[in-house]
């Protein structure tokens, strides 16, 4: 009897500009992945575009069982290696993607950055309203706007967003 090995979220880094096409043949051999996107303006000389971008550039997230996909994962063209931290590979929470998802698919976050920058240790709130609700997150101020900051410390990147603050509540210490 063969014990089902655990899945996990693992983090390829990819060719630049690449990430939606890795994304789709991964999917065509049947491997779960997940791509976040951020919707932003690009100015050209004569025109604006909303345009889809990748929040985190060259990164996509798969989710397998390491010892038996990571060769299909290895045989696409275009993709360049796992990401490692010293010896071991990153992997990303289930909770940390569910945040992430969370972020980039709210229509009341705006202004959505990736930072891979440590940022000082700030206030502690609870998004009391809307789909973010019970997402914990740290308040800091940038250019006297109130941001939140999601840590995904996993792969060692913040997520920073605008968010109403009216939907922050403070948050309960255990």
């Not at 490692?84 to 980039?104: P, Y």
């Not at 920058?117 to 609700?133: D, P």
């Amino acid at each position: 009897m063969r014990i089902n090995q655990p899945t996990a979220w693992y983090v390829l880094y990819v060719k630049p500009r690449h990430e939606k096409k890795i994304e789709n043949l991964l999917k065509e051999k049947q491997i779960e992945t997940y791509l976040p996107l951020v919707k932003t303006i690009r100015k050209w000389s004569d025109r604006k575009k909303m345009i889809e971008s990748p929040l985190f550039p060259s990164y996509l997230f798969v989710k397998i069982d390491f010892r038996k996909d990571s060769e299909n994962v290895l045989s696409i063209r275009g993709f360049c290696t796992f990401i490692r931290f010293g010896s071991e590979f990153a992997k990303v929470q289930d909770h940390e993607i569910k945040s992430i998802r969370l972020l980039t698919e709210m229509s009341d976050v705006k202004d959505i950055e990736n930072s891979d920058i440590a940022i000082k240790v700030g206030e502690y709130r609870r998004v009391q309203e809307g789909a973010l609700s019970g997402l914990d997150c740290e308040i800091i101020n940038v250019n006297n706007v109130n941001k939140i900051i999601v840590r995904i410390d996993s792969i060692k990147h913040s997520i920073m967003a605008t968010l109403p603050s009216s939907f922050l509540s403070e948050l309960e210490v255990i």
